[in-house]
């Protein structure tokens, strides 16, 4: 399968993680971001990952699409509004079994009070936003 620009996840320039270190698979299975341990890396999608343990990194490597963040970490309620923002990794919502960060949690508190409204709004808006990320 090829990489394409939708695969793009948002990580930190300095770094290269994604989710500053935090384990994808936690915000679903502790419900929190708990940070992962440098020996417990995988790249995938142009960024390093980190993992808590073996089967947090096996879960991830068997369903990279439902634990990486949807929209690449992008905030949804800035995607809807045309824009791409690096969305937190402190502010986030696991919903309809897909994680989504936000700028702040103002934004994540927009989203909670109409999810279904703005992700149609973003899912319509993000491919082209998409194209302009890393421009």
Known sequence: MAWAAEDQ?????????????????????????LFGRPELELSKFGTVWRFRNEGNRAAFIANPDIYKPRFGGYDPVAIGRGRSVPGHPLYWVVYGERLYLF???????????????????????????VRTIGR
């Open 103 to 129: 700028f702040t949690e103002e934004a994540r508190a927009a989203f909670l009070a109409e999810p279904d409204q703005i992700l149609a709004t973003a899912e319509r808006k993000w491919p082209e936003v």
């Open 9 to 33: 996840v948002v990580s930190d320039s300095n770094t290269g993680l994604a989710l500053g270190g935090a384990d994808p698979v936690a915000y679903f299975t502790d419900a929190r971001p």
